[in-house]
């Protein structure tokens, strides 16, 4: 085998050509979601918030328009997947800003129920009035067939994440 070809290709072609194509698509996913996170931020910080505070603000919100008081920690975390210490961080950053409170539960006094206060829903609303722009020009490098099949790609592979985790008994 000759040295040459790897000489005269790239550095990062020859790594491609070395590399399976699970470990290109998976470098590929993670490097869009840190790219995705780099385009979001400035947007959320205009706001003066994070992508996780809004995530939380966003959860809040449809809680409350769904007809729900507020939502559990434990609740916000399952639904962010992430742990709840980390959700505890993102709560106690948006209940300083007076965007959120803490209240006892109706079932259970000792648990403590998250809910938007009327500043976090008018924060919501105004971030709702461009959001829809920002994920347009987000996704404005796809076609909409792309976007469609993109969508379907990601829930087939959250869907096969999910039952790696319900397998190893960790849950969603």
Known sequence: MSLLPAILTPRSDRRAVRERPQESAF??????????????????????????QWAALRL?????????????????????????PSVTGVVDRLERGGFVVRDAA???LRAKQVRL????????????????????TVLSGLGAGD????????DQLSGHLERLLERRGIGN
Not at 65 to 76: N, S
Not at 117 to 136: S, Y
Request: net charge positive; aromatic share 2%; glycine share 8%.
């Open 106 to 108: 109706t079932d259970d």
């Open 60 to 84: 809040l919100h449809r809680a409350g328009t769904d007809g729900h008081a507020g939502l559990r920690i434990t609740e916000l975390s399952d639904r962010l997947l992430i742990r709840p």
């Open 27 to 52: 470098r590929a996913l993670v490097r869009t979601i840190g790219l995705l996170d780099r385009v979001m931020q400035p947007h959320f910080a205009r706001f003066g918030i994070s992508a996780s």
């Open 147 to 154: 976007q469609s099949e993109l969508r379907r790609l990601l």
């Open 117 to 136: 206060t009327a500043k976090g829903r008018r924060l919501v609303e105004h971030v709702l009035e461009v959001h829809p722009a920002q994920i347009d």
